[in-house]
């Protein structure tokens, strides 16, 4: 079973995600901060990561892709924006994404992603 872990700072939709994943045979954890990302992706070791590109608090979505990718170099990262363009693309690039989706994104767009 793979496992994916969601973050994302608006709370309903990460359990939406989460929802979404789970009813969808993954086994997933949602985070709605960098820092607990970090520590829910230290239990988990995901194979998937779905993350949000603009959020609050001090540990971005690189930082966690980043030590995420320590824990397992094969990681598939999927970013979620709102805000698509010169500078979504670059962190698109810098974390090194599989796939990125703008907000809103189908259900169907969002598990093709996994």
């Known amino acids: 079973m793979k496992k994916i872990l969601v973050l994302e700072d608006e709370e309903l ?13 993954y086994r997933v954890e949602g985070a709605t901060d960098g820092e607990e990302a970090l520590r829910k992706g230290s239990l988990l070791r995901p194979d998937i990561f779905f993350t949000d590109w603009r959020f ?23 970013l979620l924006t709102g805000m698509l363009g010169h500078e979504a693309n670059a962190a698109a ?12 994104s189908s259900i169907d767009d969002i598990l093709a992603a996994a």
């Not at 609050?56 to 999927?78: F, I, K, M, Y």
Request: charged share 25%.
């Open 13 to 25: 939709f990460c359990m939406l995600l989460t929802d979404v994943f789970t009813e969808a045979g």
């Open 56 to 78: 609050t608090g001090p540990t971005s979505s690189v930082d966690v892709a980043q030590s995420l990718r320590e824990l397992n170099p094969d990681l598939r990262v999927v």
């Open 93 to 104: 690039e810098r974390i090194g994404a599989f796939r990125l989706l703008v907000k809103p």
